[in-house]
């Protein structure tokens, strides 16, 4: 499973950014979830969608502002990003779950992870 994420780039706070994450080489029966990594910093979970598409979940710091949504004609998995911060600057990365155990919220939980691409907030 090959994952390529794109879309990223420099907005101005309260600006708006779509990112975008296609799957190849397998099928799209995957949680997918995005995570950031600030420089120095963890990296943190933003959001993720169940395999279905029907489950979401989103870290605390974004609910309200970003969604997440996927395409499964295009295998390809999506996050709005709407009123950014400057706190939101860091790389995004998409990451695959197959499999049923661990949880949404650990970048341990996933299998697959693709290149990341860089959001950079501006105040």
């Known amino acids: 499973v090959q994952l390529q994420a794109y879309g990223g780039g420099l907005v101005q706070a309260g600006g708006s950014l779509r990112l975008s994450c296609a799957l190849s080489?397998?099928?799209?029966?995957?949680?997918m979830g995005w995570f950031r990594q600030a420089p120095g910093k963890e990296r943190e979970f933003v959001a993720a969608n169940g395999w279905s598409g029907k489950t979401t979940t989103y870290g605390d710091s974004v609910k309200g502002r970003f969604t997440i949504s996927r395409d499964g004609t295009k295998n390809t998995v999506y996050l709005q990003m709407d009123n950014l911060k400057p706190e939101d600057t860091g790389r995004y990365y998409c990451a695959a779950k197959s499999g049923t155990s661990g949880d949404y919220f650990s970048p341990g939980s996933y299998d697959d992870w693709g290149q990341g691409t860089q959001v950079t907030v501006s105040s």
């Open positions: 080489g397998g099928t799209f029966r995957y949680a």
